[in-house]
């Protein structure tokens, strides 16, 4: 397998055609990203790619390119199939194609859960050239859309690889690696070379070339980051002191389950913070109308789970806490990689407490380095206790008092009642996504 690692001025230099390049100019991509110029001239060749690069690397742009360029000379339909994890990155995704490929006429479509499968059936029936898809619900249309068939598919991308190679989505990616065609190209992009991906590389890849982007798990220079810990019944004083005295700043705090992301976003509405939550239980058009919100600057703290912790297009955050440790350390890096994006300063506070303080010793280990401690009076801090333990009291009547609504047909009326709130997913024990997305 080659290694490659060379960097390379503009896209001309890559072998990009005008069209392309034009493109690119449109979208005021000046350079291409290291992923980009490592990548695209060995697509251009014809390679199969293995690609590991941390989030915000530009990553999108080293496979959408390469496929426009072949697509430009074949000029046929259902030519390529991007698969990605999360309904969010698959829109995103498709966006991206759509805008590099304005110029020449790309149609894509995109294949997601939450969304009308009607609806998806008959942008299908127009034959796009790129179809963006979540596995589950590609293999919907797979078994029940007459006429749509992978068959003519030249290229295969899998996009957050390793995430696609968890138990929910195994068993659909193997059903759909047997309906693509063999004589294909195949993009494999990771942030993080795991054992299950190393797997998939020998199973669907001819001889590929292998691009890293970042070293294996690291988290960029520009990062300021730090722990604090805390005990467990003060962990939301420590959130809140945090959030005000960064309150200049957007910040996305992780938590651990999808019913956390709703009773904090309230608590923090209660004391007049600007708080919005996005998760895998929400429906799809409230998790766009809650990431929009952020990104308009309506709301400048996204409360969330993991499903935002990698993919979503959110250029400017300056801030993420992790409210909850993450119990897999791997993720702690796609979290904090939501800030220090291209060249900015950012800054990361993991909240420890005594339950979690085995995991947070594990992501010290994996980014080899000891974290220096934020900076706060406990005295300080405990004179928030009174207002945020009342916040936390109303937050929790409210969802007590609206469980029965959210369950059955009263989501809208309820979002209007709490300020335009769109985070009324059902209660959940613990964030488990369907197996379907």
């Not at 390119?65 to 074949?74: E, G, N, R, S, V």
């Not at 960064?246 to 938590?255: A, D, H, I």
């Not at 976003?265 to 239980?281: D, V």
């Not at 703290?301 to 440790?325: E, F, K, Q, W």
Request: glycine share 8%; net charge positive.
């Amino acid at each position: 397998m080659e290694e490659v690692n060379e960097e390379v001025k503009t896209f001309e230099e890559l072998g990009l055609v005008p069209e392309l390049i034009e493109a690119c100019d449109n979208l005021g991509w000046k350079h291409p990203s290291k992923i980009q110029s490592d990548a695209i001239p060995h697509a251009l060749q014809g390679k199969d790619l293995i690609g590991l690069a941390q989030t915000g690397s530009g990553k999108t742009g080293a496979f959408a390119l390469p496929i426009l360029q072949a697509l430009l000379k074949a000029q046929h339909t259902f030519f390529a199939l991007v698969l990605s994890p999360t309904r969010e990155l698959a829109i995103q995704i498709a966006e991206q194609f759509e805008a590099l490929g304005a110029i020449i006429g790309v149609k894509c479509a995109v294949l997601v859960g939450g969304v009308d499968q009607v609806q998806q059936s008959i942008a299908l029936g127009k034959r796009p050239h790129i179809v963006v898809a979540t596995p589950g619900r590609l293999l919907d249309h797979l078994s029940n859309t007459k006429g749509f068939s992978l068959r003519t598919i030249k290229y295969l991308v899998l996009d957050e690889a390793d995430r696609l190679l968890n138990e929910d989505f195994e068993k659909s990616l193997d059903e759909i690696l047997n309906a693509i065609p063999r004589e294909r190209n195949t993009y494999l992009f990771s942030a993080t070379m795991t054992k299950k991906v190393q797997k998939l590389q020998r199973a669907c890849l001819r001889n590929p070339v292998k691009i890293e982007a970042a070293s294996k798990y690291s988290t960029v220079d520009t990062l300021k980051q730090q722990y604090r810990f805390v005990p467990a019944k003060y962990k939301d004083c420590y959130l809140v002191y945090i959030l005000i005295e960064k309150s200049g700043s957007t910040s996305m705090v992780f938590t651990r389950t999808c019913e956390a992301t709703r009773h904090l976003a309230l608590m923090l509405r209660n004391l007049g913070l600007r708080a919005i939550p996005i998760s895998g239980q929400m429906t799809q058009a409230k998790r766009l109308g809650a990431l929009n919100k952020f990104k308009a600057g309506e709301c400048n703290i996204l409360i969330c789970t993991d499903v935002a912790s990698r993919g979503l297009d959110i250029p400017s955050v300056d801030m993420v806490i992790n409210y909850d440790v993450p119990t897999n350390s791997k993720d702690y890096i796609h979290r904090v990689g939501r800030t220090a994006r291209a060249g900015r300063s950012g800054v990361a506070i993991s909240l420890v407490n005594q339950y979690e303080l085995e995991w947070y010793i594990q992501i010290e280990k994996l980014i080899g380095k000891k974290l220096p401690e934020f900076p706060a009076q406990e005295e300080e801090v405990l004179l928030l206790l009174e207002r945020v333990s009342e916040a936390k009291r109303l937050s929790q009547m409210k969802i007590k008092e609206e469980g029965g609504k959210r369950r059955r047909g009263g989501d809208d009326d309820d979002e209007e009642k709490v300020d335009k709130f769109p985070g009324k997913n059902k209660n959940s024990s613990g964030g488990k996504k369907s197996k379907r997305r």
